[in-house]
């Protein structure tokens, strides 16, 4: 017991001192730290963008195998397990968890940034073929790609804890790898303090995205300039706001602003929708799709090694980095939300429904904004590129209902802010303390306070900048992780299963082996032959 207690403080102690050295280091050191944030940015992009890239096409196969495979019927947890939550409070955890405030902040930012500078150079900015293009790739970028790594640790995690009993920790999922001896407990205290990290750096991205966009929604909605101290501010009221809702656990506060987000989201959706050029919102959408479809393959092993061309690091890198610092912690929590489902029930929800969501998202958001400004006479575009945060609020200028809309949309984003940011929360007290399924408040507050700091600090010392270089510099040791936790899952799940298929009927088991075991003799010795 004692040992135990020691070794999670070594991950919760080691963890937390390096996430309060970033706040130091940036309160204290704001021109040095914004210097060295800058180069580890373009260091990390240049180097292993490949990495990225590859790692998330990897993942997405693996994931879309296992769908279609005899594994796809294993269910997480017991035999005759069944889902603990209902399917509209499940969708909405995963997506209040796991797109958070980032679909708001994006989902016009994106493609009007897209179509005021094209992703491609020989495109015309600002044409009806940027516009298309804009959209397409949004949505690749929202589509399930990002989803595949919230499924791979998600499935592992939920495997490992509910179908084997193990603890709730990410080191667990690499225990076949990992082995036994002198080596398995540092091995994994890193991987933990690893993964703790790279989730404090990813929701803090999040959160100062949210908070830039608040600041910038009460600077159209209510006249009151940018500064500093509004930014402090906000920032505050959130923080109190989220550590309440996350000292409630996950079956009051957490579930009951999940379901209020996705019901919100989906209203507020349904007026733009409405309200804006509908016939255009749903070619939009059906254009979008087969443009998604049709390049899904080369946006997903794009690099540009030969032309230099920034334009890929600064999004698709950026975006899958932020997903995989995300990981650890949307992981985490859809596997605790998801106790009961098959594998393939659980990929299935996973891998389509958050992004189904999104793409009628930007459809509807990104779509009335291009309409806007291709035939309204509309400048969304250019105020885009002055100030991404305008995005939203400029766009309901020119819809009915301005000043209404607008606040109501300050208090959507300030819930998934407050969702996301207490969900993070619950699930890193629980991972620095050995996967516990109700960690100390104490631990909470203090998670949920060196969140906001760094979140704060990194929004200081340099702004948009700052949050990006975060998420992409502490996704690089956790996409290694991630990669060997792709090969222990399926290591244990093909063992497992195959366990379960002799315990059923073993005299099957031994002729299908016997029949594979001749069949690869029969291919040596006809290989033999030939040389």
Do not use: C
Not at 58 to 85: C, D, Q, V
Not at 389 to 409: D, H, K, M, N, Q
């Amino acid at each position: 017991m004692n040992s135990q207690k020691k070794k999670l403080n070594i991950v919760f102690y080691a963890s937390a001192v390096i996430i309060a050295s970033l706040v130091l280091a940036g309160a204290f050191m704001p021109a040095a730290f914004a210097e060295v944030a800058n180069t580890a940015l373009q260091f990390t992009t240049h180097n292993f963008g490949w990495l990225y890239l590859g790692a998330i096409f990897i993942f997405a196969i693996f994931l879309i195998y296992l769908i279609f495979s005899k594994y796809g019927s294993i269910r997480l947890g017991g035999k005759n397990e069944r889902p603990k939550y209902p399917l509209f409070t499940w969708i909405g955890m995963l997506f209040s968890a796991g797109f958070g405030v980032a679909l708001v902040f994006y989902g016009i930012g994106e493609p009007m940034s897209h179509f005021f500078a094209p992703p491609f150079s020989d495109v015309e900015a600002q044409s009806t073929e940027a516009g298309r293009i804009a959209m397409g790739y949004s949505f690749f970028h929202y589509g399930i790609s990002q989803w595949t790594v919230f499924g791979i640790v998600g499935l592992a995690m939920a495997y490992f804890q509910f179908k084997k009993g193990t603890d709730g920790m990410v080191s667990t999922t690499l225990s076949p790898i990992i082995g036994k001896g002198k080596h398995e407990k540092p091995t994994k205290r890193l991987v933990d303090i690893l993964a703790i990290v790279a989730t404090v750096l990813g929701v803090a991205t999040s959160i100062g995205l949210g908070v830039m966009q608040i600041n910038g929604g009460v600077t159209s909605t209510f006249g009151i300039a940018e500064s500093p101290w509004t930014l402090i501010i906000i920032m505050a009221i959130l923080t109190g706001l989220y550590l309440l809702s996350a000292t409630t656990g996950l079956d009051k506060g957490i579930r009951w602003l999940s379901n209020f987000n996705l019901g919100a989201a989906l209203v507020f959706m349904m007026f733009v929708f409405v309200t804006g050029p509908t016939v255009f919102i749903l070619d939009t959408l059906i254009v979008g799709l087969g443009d998604y479809i049709t390049n899904f393959i080369s946006y997903s092993l794009r690099l540009s090694p030969y032309s230099g061309g920034e334009w890929v690091y600064d999004w698709t890198v950026f975006y899958w980095a932020w997903a995989i610092a995300w990981a650890p912690f949307v992981g985490a929590f859809v596997a605790r939300v998801s106790r009961g489902r098959t594998i393939r029930e659980f990929i299935l929800g996973v891998m389509v429904a958050p992004p189904a969501i999104a793409l009628l998202w930007i459809a509807v958001f990104g779509g009335t904004a291009l309409h806007m400004d291709l035939f309204e006479g509309g400048t969304i575009a250019a105020a885009v590129n002055n100030d991404i945060t305008s995005a939203l609020f400029a766009t309901l200028a020119g819809l009915p209902f301005t000043e209404i809309v607008s606040v109501f949309v300050l208090l959507l984003i300030f819930t998934f802010l407050i969702t996301s940011a207490d969900s993070a929360v619950f699930i890193l007290s629980s991972m620095s303390t050995g996967g516990s399924l109700n960690p100390p408040i104490r631990i909470r507050i203090i998670w949920g306070v060196l969140m906001s700091g760094i979140s704060l600090i990194l929004l200081l010392a340099s702004g948009l900048t700052g949050l990006q270089t975060a998420s992409i510099i502490a996704a690089l040791p956790f996409v290694i992780i991630l990669l060997l936790m792709n090969f222990s899952i399926f290591k244990v799940i093909r063992a497992d299963y195959k366990k379960e298929a002799v315990a059923k009927n073993p005299a099957a088991v031994k002729k299908e082996t016997r029949e594979k075991t001749q069949k690869t003799s029969k291919l040596k010795e006809d290989s033999a032959s030939v040389s």
